[in-house]
């Protein structure tokens, strides 16, 4: 297993569509291994094969970041999803940025693994804001796409620390209210 270097925006590869693994061999498997390890040094929670300049549509992701859980997905396609969710993105590729992107809220994805057996698994919320972020990566996308700004971190910071603030005061306010209400 190696750490691979991750492809940043900008770089031509990361506009590609990938093609489909045919192939299930040792090379394939020494792809999914590094995908996880280079993942798991980046701290992330999904890495796509063109990130890290392999054109092939196989993509490690991790549905649940309480758990210590990756899951490979080889030729992945979304069969089925519901509801919509609007949140905070951000990717290795376009390191230090992040933008709020509508996704489903949840997917049904079908795939393949390292010995290519098809299966089915499905996500909610995070996981399948990931899912589908990874998944777009295939067809040569990136998030960056869909948002109308980028925010850097410490705007990010910034806008979590009001909501924060803003959700104390809410709280603050309804029990005043409920407070208020007993007391009538």
């Known amino acids: 297993m190696a750490i691979r270097t991750i492809l940043t925006q900008g770089d031509p590869t990361l506009h590609k569509v990938c093609h489909a693994v045919t192939r299930f061999d040792s090379k394939l498997a020494d792809l999914l291994d590094d995908l996880k390890e280079t993942l798991e040094d980046a701290g992330g929670v999904g890495l796509a094969a063109p990130q890290v300049g392999i ?6 992701v991790v549905p649940d970041p309480e758990k210590d859980e990756m899951i490979e997905l080889v030729n992945p396609e979304i069969v089925a999803q519901q509801g919509e969710q609007d949140g905070l993105e951000g990717c290795l590729s376009i390191p ?21 057996n098809w299966f089915e698994t499905e996500g909610a919320e995070l996981a399948a804001r990931c899912f589908c972020h990874e998944l777009e990566h ?18 990010v910071d ?9 959700a104390g ?11 208020a209400r007993r007391r009538r």
């Open 138 to 155: 295939l067809e040569g996308h990136m998030y960056d796409e869909h948002v109308d700004r980028l925010y850097t971190a410490e705007e």
């Open 158 to 166: 910034a806008m979590m620390a009001e909501e924060e603030q803003g």
């Open 96 to 116: 230090g940025m992040w933008g709020y992107v509508k996704r489903p809220n949840w997917v049904k994805i079908r795939a393949q693994d390292r010995y290519g």
């Open 55 to 60: 054109l092939r549509r196989a993509v490690i």
């Open 169 to 179: 005061e809410s709280k603050k306010r309804r029990a005043g209210r409920r407070g």
